[in-house]
């Protein structure tokens, strides 16, 4: 049976961290995934987590009950400032979603490994997201009831959409993007939803997981068929990562107005929203590691790979701030020198810093392997990039209506409790939906950890030697 050479043949080659810690088999793999979800009773700390999630959740429900019932005056917006938190909070959440599909569908197609520990919660985190954005377009929309007018379909009025704008390749991208993900995080399950029909200790958890198992045995058949159309939504998947935050960067770059009006605005969204993405796996995922004991699985080296993900993006982000403020100079605009003049020295100026410091001068400290390693630094990382994404759609929006091309027109925008409270309460959506993921699905994929321990390696030994 053939080996690969050992490091001690090669005494000067430094062996890299694996992406399992050793000492694992087949049956350990599933019994540590499987028995987060299969233990009986609760955690506390898990009960604790969810009930503050849970409590958020409400404000949401009573933030939108008050919506529907009084209207979007409620809000901050006004005459110039007509997008607000609402839109802010949907670009942010579309763009958390990013780095899910990155890591499920794109990372597949490149036959990378380090992605088979982080995405499953990374694909579930993804969906979640899309959620949370879905609920502001159609808050705005100031009469959400009346939302299906979006739709292209036959109606007696005789009204149709405006196919020219880019508000409604929105309601198509982002559907598109929410039912493929949909669709691939299900497919992925599959396997896992298998193992855990025959090993739950109850019958209504065997009833429930062998439903959405679908039949499913182990055959070859089932293995091909499910591994041909785990490709096929891969690929699917992988052109979405850019063509959602593209159209959604379209909202703003085809439009007139100075600071949005920009054909940089397309690949400076999507590595944003990757960035933004990758600090919230960062965030969720080092407090999960901890909490479940999974330092076997989410090993250093993919913490280490994820940090350096988020710093190859943070670069192409200050590199869209940098070409911001080149091209307001070379354009000898003069609403375009005075919108970078505004972000500078004007009244949200210092928000503007913040978000240069979160996005551009914080992720620096990434170059080192020290702190890439240190997990506590890591996280804290995480939170300021996150902060930063938030801060950037701020600017973008509010800072460019603010003040408009007249001066009569020029308004100052804060947001109000309510808006506040309804993304505080998209926060508690998020991390509710997050948390019965955690209790009654596997956060890790079992069936493709087992092909990470020293007995598959060996099967495929075994199988390319013959």
């Not at 958890?205 to 096929?232: D, F, K, N």
């Not at 009244?347 to 914080?362: D, E, G, H, Q, R």
Request: net charge neutral; proline share 6%.
């Amino acid at each position: 049976m053939s080996q690969p050479p050992s490091t001690q043949e090669h005494p000067g080659v430094i062996p890299r961290p694996p992406f399992i810690e050793p000492g694992h088999t087949f049956e350990s793999v599933t019994d540590k995934i499987g028995a987060i979800v299969l233990e009986q009773g609760v955690r506390r700390g898990w009960l604790v987590g969810f009930t503050i999630a849970f409590s958020l959740l409400m404000v949401l429900l009573v933030a939108l009950t008050n919506l529907i019932a009084t209207g979007i005056g409620i809000w901050g917006i006004n005459i110039p400032v007509g997008w607000g938190f609402d839109i802010i909070n949907f670009v942010w959440w579309i763009g958390i979603g990013h780095a899910g599909t990155l890591i499920s569908a794109i990372l597949l197609l490149l036959r990378q490994q380090w992605r088979t520990s982080i995405n499953r919660f990374a694909e579930a985190m993804t969906l979640f997201a899309v959620a949370c954005a879905g609920l502001f377009p159609v808050a705005h929309l100031g009469r959400p009831w009346l939302a299906y007018w979006l739709f292209p379909y036959p109606n007696a009025m005789g009204m149709w959409p405006n196919f020219r704008s880019p508000l409604v390749w929105d309601v198509f991208a982002v559907s598109t993007y929410a039912s493929v993900s949909l669709m691939f995080w299900f497919v992925g399950l599959i396997p896992d939803l298998a193992t855990l029909r025959d090993r739950s200790p109850s019958r209504v958890g065997r009833c429930v997981y062998g439903l959405l198992a679908m039949g499913w045995r182990g055959s070859a058949l089932h293995w091909h068929r499910y591994e041909t159309a785990y490709l096929l939504l891969a690929g699917l998947s992988t052109p979405l990562v850019v063509s959602v935050h593209t159209i959604v960067s379209f909202d703003f770059a085809v439009s007139l107005i100075p600071g949005w009006h920009a054909t940089i605005f397309p690949p400076y969204f999507v590595a944003g929203a990757i960035y933004a993405g990758f600090a919230m796996v960062l965030t969720l995922g080092i407090p999960l590691r901890w909490y479940y004991d999974l330092e076997d699985f989410i090993t250093m080296r993919h913490l280490d790979n994820m940090a350096r993900v988020m710093l190859a993006t943070g670069l192409v982000v200050a590199y869209g701030y940098m070409m911001e403020t080149f091209c307001a100079w070379y354009s000898a605009s003069n609403y375009e020198e005075f919108m970078i003049t505004n972000r500078f020295f004007g009244p949200y100026n210092k928000l503007y810093w913040s978000l240069i410091f979160c996005n551009v001068v914080a992720p620096q400290l990434l170059w080192f392997k020290r702190v890439r390693l240190n997990l506590g630094l890591l996280f804290l990382m995480s939170i300021i990039v996150s902060i930063g994404m938030w801060l950037e759609r701020y600017i973008i929006i509010v800072v460019s209506l603010h003040r408009d091309f007249l001066p009569s027109s020029w308004g100052m925008y804060t947001g109000t409790v309510w808006d506040w409270a309804t993304f505080i309460g998209t926060l508690g959506l998020f991390s509710s939906l997050l948390f019965l993921f955690i209790r009654f699905l596997p956060m890790i994929s079992i069936f493709e950890m087992r092909t990470m321990v020293p007995e598959a390696k060996i099967d495929e030994s075994a199988e390319a030697h013959h």
